[in-house]
């Protein structure tokens, strides 16, 4: 599934709750954009940003046009599996689409139940 069709079923979700499970599913299986820089493979670096509340969390996007959109033409980004992310980041407050009109965050249980689920 390209990522514009899933940044469109995540704007659904808002008025579809109903939705949200298949986005879910959606996102598992493609690939998403990460700040930071992954050109040493064995050690990774994730942009952080912090939430309302004052917790350091790791944002991502499901386009470029979205990162570069909420955060400029002027960052370093690299695109890996959406599944790959939640393994690597696990214990992390991810931030899905930061400073946009559709946002979403997830809490580290959350990310553990998903992946335990074994959707795909």
Same mark, same amino acid.
């Given at each position: 599934?390209?990522?514009?069709?899933?940044?469109?079923? /995540?704007?659904?979700?808002?008025?579809?709750? +109903?939705? /949200?499970?298949?986005?879910?599913?959606?996102?598992?299986?493609?690939?998403?954009?990460c700040?930071?820089?992954?050109?040493?493979?064995?050690?990774?670096?994730?942009?952080?940003?912090? &939430?309302?509340?004052? +917790?350091q $969390?790791?944002?991502?996007?499901?386009?470029?046009? &979205?990162?570069?959109?909420?955060?400029?033409d002027?960052?370093?980004?690299?695109?890996?599996? !959406?599944?790959?992310?939640?393994?690597?980041?696990?214990? !992390?407050?991810?931030?899905?689409?930061? !400073?946009?009109?559709?946002?979403?965050?997830? $809490?580290?249980? +959350?990310? +553990?139940?998903?992946?335990?689920?074994g959707?795909?």
């Amino acid at each position: 599934m390209q990522n514009q069709k899933l940044e469109l079923l /995540f704007s659904k979700t808002s008025q579809q709750p +109903e939705l /949200f499970s298949e986005f879910l599913n959606q996102l598992l299986i493609s690939d998403v954009f990460c700040i930071g820089d992954d050109s040493d493979q064995s050690n990774v670096y994730f942009q952080m940003l912090e &939430t309302p509340e004052g +917790e350091q $969390a790791i944002p991502f996007f499901l386009s470029l046009d &979205t990162l570069r959109s909420s955060f400029g033409d002027d960052l370093d980004y690299f695109i890996m599996s !959406a599944r790959d992310f939640f393994e690597m980041t696990k214990g !992390a407050v991810l931030l899905l689409n930061p !400073a946009s009109d559709y946002m979403k965050e997830f $809490a580290p249980d +959350e990310i +553990e139940f998903l992946l335990s689920l074994g959707l795909s």
